[in-house]
């Protein structure tokens, strides 16, 4: 008996341990992909902030491809969503890629993704198949909504670059060239463009007062596209969106807009800015989402908060 009972007290501490790093999240196969529930029309993204080098997903063979990581990007990204659940009691549904990027790079098209591996073929194909049905989701739950591909780069320029399908040099044209249907057409923001409560042009949407870039600018993020950048010079590098926001945004159909943001690197990695940062960029999200798509939290009333389901502990703490 005596025996017993101390057998049952040594489990506490490991059910404890084992309990917390894991509630809240559903993974793909072997955790390489993640999956956190969310009960609001937002949805995150986060492709090359993983860390995982298992022995069975071996490097990724091919030479010209990127291979390294965004780092911070996931740390970010999953303060960004428990700061949105402290500021609005809702958690956006966030997608994220574990493994490193040497062995995956969900950003890509299959055969450049995963270079021939079937582990990491299997996980690319979890990772958008959640964000799929997470979309899917949305649309119904809420009939529209936003899913933002988060990402880092290390462009010499200290700015955000806010990907919506546009290249550099389309985005040097005037408004009144950028608002033709032409252009409309393959944005990422399509459905937005066609539908939002200012009934701004596209042009006011991504370099107007109440673009995202604006939003960033006014808190004291340098942006591009944005009122003071309205886009990126002649030979300035810039990341105008990949396949994610092609695939799960609106140029395609649908009514889930996509935006890729990429912070700069310096901005990531300046630990003392960190929880600002996150804090900041939760509500230029949220504010983004109010202005655009849902007055005074529409979505409130759609959708009550699920907490039983949704309450997941701080995951940040849990990595390295
Ligand atoms: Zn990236």
């Known amino acids: 008996m005596y025996l017993l ?12 341990v084992q309990e917390k790093p894991t509630a809240g999240i559903i993974g793909g196969t072997n955790g390489y992909i993640g999956f956190l529930p969310g009960n609001m029309p937002l949805v995150i993204s986060i492709p090359h902030g993983g860390y995982m080098m298992p022995d069975e997903v071996p490097e990724r063979p091919c030479i010209n491809c990127a291979k390294n990581q965004d780092i911070f990007t996931l740390e ?137 870039g604006s939003l960033l600018e006014q808190m004291g993020y340098p942006a591009v596209p944005s009122p003071a950048i309205p886009f990126p010079g002649r030979d300035e590098p810039y990341f105008s969106g990949g396949y994610n926001i092609t695939r799960h945004g609106s140029s395609q159909g649908g009514t889930i807009d996509g935006i890729q943001i990429e912070l700069d690197e310096e901005l990531r990695r300046d630990m003392s800015k960190r929880d600002k940062l996150v804090s900041d960029l939760a509500y230029i999200i949220v504010k983004f989402l109010r202005i655009h798509y849902f007055r005074d939290f529409d979505f409130d009333r759609v959708m009550a908060p699920d907490k039983k389901q949704l309450d997941a502990p701080a995951l940040t703490k849990g990595l390295k």
């Open 76 to 212: 970010i990204g999953l303060g960004i969503r428990d700061e949105i659940y402290r500021q609005t009691g809702h958690y956006p549904y966030v997608i994220i890629n574990n493994l490193h990027r040497t062995r995956l790079d969900p950003n890509r098209n299959i055969e450049e993704a995963a270079d021939g591996d079937k582990n990491a073929a299997l996980a690319w194909q979890q990772f958008h198949s959640f964000i799929d049905s997470t979309c899917a989701e949305v649309q119904e739950k809420f009939g529209k909504g936003l899913y933002i591909d988060l990402h880092g780069h290390r462009h010499l320029i200290k700015r955000t670059e806010l990907g919506y399908l546009l290249s550099n040099e389309e985005l040097q044209l005037d408004d009144e060239l950028l608002d033709l249907d032409s252009f409309v057409e393959y944005t990422s923001i399509r459905s937005l463009v066609n539908s939002n409560l200012n009934r701004l042009s596209f042009s006011q949407l991504i370099r107007g007062d109440d673009s995202f």
């Open 5 to 16: 009972l101390l057998f049952l007290l040594s489990m506490v501490p490991f059910l404890e």
